[in-house]
């Protein structure tokens, strides 16, 4: 199982300005945390909770039929090409990009095994959708576009883009080359698929975007290049249960979740760094920002109260962002909780050769890579609590399907708890939902005519 030191945090360390009396708030906040977790696991089951993705681990059928497809279409093609944004795709890079070997995409097909490579377009800039698809022979790529709605414009113009050409080199087989997840029953994308014929898979109602990694939003994807799909259930499973736990001294997550909002609100600490020092776990962080700042941004209450409230993520990568953040960190405002994830044990191990040593860098001689990124880590843990920084690490034995699972429902489940402890609906997301209908307007969409004249009104005046 992942590790949770939140050492770091506690005043012993760090300071009573800064720091809090852990065992003291974990045992004033104890019924608390029990009366959480509890409530959320018994809303799971039920309909418009939004809580659907704590059950995914468990839905055989999605994991059958996503295991059945990557079967079936083995050795068929030589890319994948995922249309998604937001929660659509970043889980699938966040995971992929750790899973995969790295630089995957360059590989040979010899060393990827016959597996394809995977492309992600998640985002509608025009160079880089050009860029990509003037590289990519369409005929041998496997198109899985994902949007729960149907009507998300960035993936459907993609789409649309991506179809015209499909068919223009395919002729009516392009539909082979093309696998829609979407909503079971409705939406364009539901009905775009049944009209023209294509393989599709379900977004589950009560799964928002930023929580659908599991579902076969990720799932197909990652079936698709190869990766254990069995390794990854087992981690969810196994990190479930361990957080079914309704002993706060025994959760990690309702843990850090607790620690986090209390330095929220209590020590004006709003900011949350989620620092990997792991190239692999890079784009964790990107999946986090959207996780915490979806989830935990709210302008009201559940009570209607206006509250403006929400911890700010921010991702880095150690120990690269030692040489770009951490001079920050240490010294500017003391408004951050910086979390570390460090991993125990690296798929290869680089030796430093016994070279100059008659230098100042003749020391690193003998020792290998390996240590190095985990003393930069250690190092710069140690070095913010002189600086009365609060700091957790988040400890992986190693970067593999199992522990990666477990990360990223962890940090689910700890945004659902903190999302009650701030007492706001974790799952919703109206400060996005304006954008989009203001981008429907702008670009004409039946229905918004209203909304266009007011908005190019607006345009005009700042």
């Not at 698809?133 to 993936?155: H, P, R």
């Not at 007492?423 to 229905?447: D, H, S, W």
Request: proline content about 3%; hydrophobic content about 40%.
């Amino acid at each position: 199982m992942i590790k949770l030191n939140y050492k770091n945090t506690d005043e012993m360390v760090i300071g009573k300005e800064n720091g809090l009396n852990i065992q003291e708030e974990f045992s004033a906040y104890k019924d608390t945390i029990a009366k959480i977790i509890a409530d959320l696991n018994k809303r799971k089951d039920k309909p418009e909770q939004w809580l659907q993705w704590m059950n995914l681990g468990y839905n055989e059928e999605t994991i059958w039929y996503v295991k059945e497809f990557a079967s079936q279409v083995k050795g068929k093609f030589e890319n994948i090409l995922v249309l998604g944004i937001g929660g659509s795709a970043l889980g699938g890079i966040a995971v992929t990009e750790a899973l995969l070997k790295p630089y995957w995409n360059l590989l040979t097909p010899e060393q990827r095994n016959g597996l394809p490579r995977i492309f992600f377009l998640d985002n509608i800039d025009p160079d880089s959708i050009t860029g990509l698809l003037s590289i990519l022979d369409l005929k041998k790529t496997l198109v899985n576009v994902i949007t729960k709605s149907g009507s998300t414009a960035e993936t459907m113009s993609q789409f649309m883009i991506v179809k015209d050409l499909l068919e223009k080199e395919l002729g009516s087989d392009y539909r082979n080359n093309i696998v829609a997840t979407t909503d079971k029953k409705t939406g364009i994308l539901r009905q775009i698929s049944e009209q023209e014929g294509y393989k599709t898979f379900v977004v589950p109602d009560d799964v928002g975007g930023r929580f659908s990694v599991f579902s076969a939003v990720g799932l197909l994807p990652f079936a698709l290049v190869g990766l254990d799909i069995d390794e990854i259930i087992n981690g969810i499973k196994d990190m479930d249960l361990a957080l079914k736990n309704t002993d706060i001294n025994q959760n990690i997550a309702a843990q850090n979740a607790l620690i986090h909002y209390l330095m929220d609100t209590k020590k004006g600490k709003n900011l949350s760094v989620m620092m990997p020092y792991s190239s692999r776990l890079k784009y964790v962080s990107d999946w986090y920002v959207q996780l915490w700042a979806e989830s935990l941004g709210k302008n009201k209450d559940k009570d209607g109260n206006d509250v403006h409230i929400g911890p700010t993520p921010i991702k880095a990568l150690g120990a690269t962002d030692q040489h770009s953040q951490i001079q920050l960190y240490n010294e500017g405002p003391n408004d951050k909780v910086i979390n570390f994830i460090r991993v125990n044990e690296f798929d290869n191990n680089l030796e430093i050769p016994k070279i100059f040593e008659y230098t100042g860098i003749g020391y690193l001689g003998g020792k290998s890579i390996n240590q190095l990124i985990n003393a930069e880590a250690d190092s710069t843990r140690v070095a913010l609590s002189d600086y009365n920084r609060p700091t957790i690490t988040i400890t992986l034995d190693k970067v593999d399907g199992y522990n990666v699972a477990q990360l990223l429902y962890m940090l689910e489940v700890q945004t659902a708890i903190a999302g009650e402890l701030y007492n706001i609906n974790t799952f919703n997301q109206p400060g996005v939902e304006q954008a989009k209908n203001y981008t429907y307007a702008l670009m004409g969409r039946a229905g918004y005519e209203e909304s266009a004249q007011a908005l190019n009104a607006k345009m005009a005046s700042v």
